[in-house]
Every structure is written in C-alpha cells, then in structure tokens.
C-alpha cells in the first residue's frame, strides 16, 4: 500500500472509532504516545484515552475535508495531516479542526500512533 493510501485508511478508521467508540481508540496508542490537544500534553495509552474519553460531550461526527500524508524518514513512519469539521450532537454549527499524526509501523504489520496534535480552528 502506498502512504496515501494506509494515510486515507488510517484516517477512515481513527474517525469512525473516536464517532462511534472511543475508549477502542486504546488501541491505536503505546505507552510512548503523545497527545496535544488544544495545548494540553498527555503522554501514554492509558492517559490519552481517558483524555478522549472523558470530553464533554457524548456523540459527534467527523466530515474530513483533507488529507495530505509524508513519509517521515523516522523507523518507516508516516506524517498525517487532516482538516475538517466537526459536529456535536445537539449543536447547530460545526467546528473545524486540524489534526496531526505521526504513525509509526509495528512489527504485527500495522501503525501506531506516536505523536497527535489536535487543533480546534476559530475563525
């Protein structure tokens, strides 16, 4: 598979499980990982899904705009760049957001999560 594609794949899968079942998002991170969110620093699986998890809102929909994705030189990883929006449950206006992965290959085949950088955009 070419970096776009696993990039449109892993993308596809991160945003369905946070909409429909985040505390599965465990799984995606290692205790290595790193979260920013909105300038806030978590840092291991355990502590970023309980972040995610414990955000106060229930039900939402990602609708993904972009997806621009690099390799990083770094262990055959990958840069995963998106942009969208994002609609709470109950709320009339979606917000946009900005989000970074930096994934990196395990040795089962697939990716991890070692870096994310979540962004609201104000306008």
Not at 89 to 97: H, I, P, T, V, Y
């Amino acid at each position: 598979m070419d970096a776009d594609s696993v990039a449109k794949a892993f993308v596809e899968h991160y945003y369905s499980t946070f909409d429909n079942n985040r505390h599965a998002l465990f799984s995606l991170y290692q205790d290595n990982s790193m979260l920013t969110f909105e300038g806030d620093k978590i840092q291991g699986a355990q502590a970023i899904t309980t972040k995610l998890t414990s955000l106060p809102f229930q039900h939402c929909h990602h609708a993904i705009s972009t997806v621009d994705s690099q390799p990083s030189g770094v262990n055959s990883g990958m840069l995963v760049f998106v942009s969208g929006t994002l609609q709470l449950a109950g709320e009339q206006n979606a917000l946009k957001f900005s989000q970074m992965f930096h994934l990196i290959p395990t040795q089962q085949g697939s990716y991890y999560v070692l870096n994310d950088i979540f962004r609201l955009n104000y306008a």
